[in-house]
């Protein structure tokens, strides 16, 4: 059975920084492409990052380039999103998942970003 369990979420500051991670079981993560997506309160799913395999080539939708960053460690089965100088409109619920449209998503994260 497929797991993906997400954490390191919370209330941040515009301008902050969190660390999200994502433990993954049940499939084999080295040889699978992951991806975060992202639920804003009142919106749909969004899709914000991905990575292949060994983590060689990353992609970004525009909004988080430059401030986010997704990376991963297969020796821990283990996905990561850097999350740094964050805006209100980053606030969301975030989800690790096997697929890019989030249908095989994790249970989620929130963020938060407020003063």
């Known amino acids: 059975e497929v797991q993906l369990v997400e954490s390191g979420g919370g209330l941040v500051q515009p301008g902050g920084s969190l660390r999200l991670s994502c433990a993954a079981s049940?499939?084999?993560?080295?040889?699978?492409?992951m991806h975060w997506v992202r639920q804003a309160p009142g919106k749909g799913l969004e899709w914000v990052s991905s990575?292949?395999?060994?983590?060689?080539?990353?992609y970004y939708t525009g909004s988080v380039k430059g401030r986010f960053t997704i990376s991963r460690d297969n020796a821990k089965n283990t996905l990561y999103l850097q999350l740094n100088s964050l805006k209100t409109e980053d606030t969301a619920v975030y989800f690790c998942?096997?697929?890019?449209?989030?249908?095989?998503r994790g249970q989620g994260t929130q963020v938060t970003v407020s003063s």
């Open positions: 998942s096997t697929d890019g449209r989030g249908t095989g």
């Open positions: 049940g499939f084999i993560f080295s040889t699978s492409a």
């Open positions: 990575i292949t395999p060994t983590g060689r080539s990353t």
